[in-house]
């Protein structure tokens, strides 16, 4: 599971998460949302979406979780296998 780090902004990818704490952000979606290619390509600061990303960021890590969870961004929709485990596990998430 990709997870974007609140410190670095730059995505991680992680493939056990039991040892990881993170925040989840909960957004309505809005115009030039960030994307997972937007992450890959560096681009992501420069969206309008990405106010709401950098504002998860800080409130995480004032509450003490380096990594945050933004469907957005951090699912490759380019790999069916990836989106479909998020959709089946993101109440679960």
Do not use: P
């Not at 957004?27 to 106010?51: A, C, N, Y």
């Not at 509450?63 to 109440?91: H, P, Q």
């Amino acid at each position: 599971m990709w997870l974007f780090n609140a410190v670095t902004h730059k995505l991680e990818l992680f493939h056990d998460l039991r040892a990881i704490a993170y925040a989840i952000l909960s957004h309505i979606w809005g115009e030039e949302e960030v994307t997972f290619k937007d992450m890959q390509k560096g681009r992501h600061s420069h969206l309008k979406g990405f106010d709401k990303i950098d504002e998860c960021c800080k409130q995480a890590l004032s509450d003490g979780f380096t990594y945050v969870w933004v469907d957005t961004c951090c699912i490759d929709k380019r790999s069916s296998a990836e989106l479909s485990e998020a959709i089946n596990n993101m109440y679960k998430w």
